[in-house]
């Protein structure tokens, strides 16, 4: 069994670096819920400058940041277009009818995005026994989808569509990060187009918490209000603000190794006959699965072996790379994952 296991499970498992723990014991901390954390504010503006926004605000989660920009972009009984992939849709438990009284309109997106035609469709006429269409949301890079980019011309098109519309646009940037360094596009070329963006500081990132919100100043105050009654005010969080400021600032360029471990282990499945990857990795995340064998079998086989993969998607194994994994560890978990496979099926 490989010792310590190799925890491909998501980028989220990452723990802070040597410098992400200076930065927390250097910083200057006041109480958050009075907007007196300097560490805080400090993230927080420079967020917005990055992502082109005129003001941003330091939340708990990815999450709690989606869920604030469509409640930011919507009052009970409109409705948000998304994919039907999305992580929103997906993994965010009913939180949008549950906290915002809205609905969502699903769409295809196998690739990891929504046809144009489909969405054009999909808004709604003007009529009072019909539900606003209140936002499209699109999500970059698209996890479901194997961390693909969707690209900038794309994105465009969105938005040219919504703005012709009068519908808001919403950007969950999660791993925006990512999309940004394969690309060589600056976030906020991305971001400045939308009227919200959530981006996440734990993931490739390396932060133990945190994800950012970004928009106009009058709904990053209402969103403000809505963390608060949510649960997610917190005081001398600046602790946690500067993980993610160091983050940013020192570990967002070597993403691109990621990038390249998500690629050798890809490169190594596809060896394998009894393996099918429907979509070669762009960025950090490989998805695959099995031809003839049990995907959750396969799982339950390696984790005794050490590599630990993600069971999240129905009918797909899912295996991100980070920070915590070398890429001498990656050709490992992928040989292990091959070898485990030809093994069981010989038997």
């Known amino acids: 069994m490989i010792q310590p296991p190799i925890d491909l499970r998501s980028d989220t498992v990452t723990k802070p670096t040597p410098g992400m723990f200076e930065a927390m014991l250097r910083a200057e901390l006041g109480d958050d819920v009075y907007a007196e954390d300097p560490t805080v504010n400090q993230l927080e503006d420079y967020v917005a400058e990055l992502l082109g926004h005129e003001s941003a605000l330091f939340v708990p989660t990815g999450v709690m940041s989606n869920q604030l920009c469509l409640k930011a972009l919507t009052v009970p009984g409109n409705e948000v277009i998304l994919g039907e992939r999305s992580h929103i849709f997906n993994y965010e438990t009913g939180a949008p009818a549950l906290l915002s009284g809205i609905q969502l309109h699903t769409l295809p997106d196998e690739q990891g995005w929504m046809e144009l035609p489909d969405i054009e469709e999909a808004i709604r006429e003007d009529a009072y026994y019909l539900p606003r269409t209140a936002v499209i949301a699109v999500e970059q890079t698209h996890n479901r989808a194997g961390g693909s ?32 360094v394969a690309t060589g596009i600056a976030p906020a070329h991305y971001a400045s187009q939308f009227d919200t963006v959530s981006v996440c500081l734990s993931k490739g990132l390396g932060a133990p918490v945190g994800s950012v919100m970004a928009s106009s100043k009058e709904r990053i105050t209402l969103a403000r209000k809505f963390r608060k009654v949510w649960g997610g005010g917190w005081r001398q969080a600046g602790i946690l603000a500067a993980c993610g400021l160091f983050g940013l600032q020192h570990q967002m360029e070597r993403l691109e190794e990621d990038h390249q471990k998500a690629a050798r282990f890809a490169e190594i499945l596809s060896g394998s006959p009894m393996l099918e990857i429907p979509r070669l990795p762009e960025t950090n995340i490989v998805v695959f699965k099995t031809v003839g064998f049990d995907l959750l079998r396969l799982a339950e086989i390696v984790k005794t ?43």
Do not use: C
Not at 150 to 178: C, F, K, S, T
Not at 317 to 322: E, K
Not at 324 to 338: G, P, R, W
């Open 149 to 180: 980019i969707l690209p900038m011309e794309y994105l465009q098109q969105i938005v040219r569509l919504g703005r012709a519309a009068g519908v808001g646009l919403h950007l969950d940037g999660a791993r925006l990060w990512n999309a940004s």
């Open 305 to 347: 072996e050490g590599v630990w993969l993600s069971t999240a998607f129905k009918g797909l194994l899912r295996a991100v790379f980070h920070m915590d994994v070398t890429l001498e560890q990656t050709t490992l978990a992928a040989q292990t994952v091959v070898a485990a496979l030809h093994k069981e099926a010989t038997h």
